[in-house]
């Protein structure tokens, strides 16, 4: 599956930003989605992923709360509604896809990864 992630920009802290990330072929539903970003000179960090029907999600301690992830199966698309942005959330996101059934949250686990697409939060 190819993964194509947009809707990153320049945002003040406080606001808010909707990534999206649409997947080619036709078992998209067969994915279990999710986000993780990466910060220069860090290692990547989970962010939230999604169970295939939409029905399970879960978070980070750091986004919880601020960030929301959701699913549209009939648009292959899976997205990640970002509020109340702070500076410690910039980063360039990546959505993955995962076909296992479980929801992980470590990166060696998923599969298929887009090209990053940069949110930039300005204090």
């Known amino acids: 599956v190819q993964l194509q992630a947009s809707g990153g920009g320049l945002v003040q802290a406080g606001g808010s930003l909707r990534l999206s990330c649409v997947a080619s072929g036709r078992t998209f539903s067969t994915y279990v989605m999710g986000w993780f970003r990466q910060c220069p000179g860090k290692e990547r960090e989970f962010v939230s992923a999604i169970s295939r029907s939409g029905g399970s999600t879960i978070y980070a301690d750091s986004v919880k709360g601020r960030f929301t992830i959701s699913r549209d199966n009939a648009k292959n698309t899976v997205y990640l509604q970002m509020n109340n942005l702070k500076p410690e959330d910039t980063a360039v996101y990546y959505c993955?896809?995962?076909?296992?059934?479980?929801?992980?949250?470590?990166?060696?686990?998923?599969?298929?990864w887009g090209q990053g697409t940069l949110v930039t939060v300005s204090s």
């Open positions: 993955v896809a995962d076909s296992r059934i479980v929801i992980m949250t470590t990166s060696n686990n998923y599969d298929y």
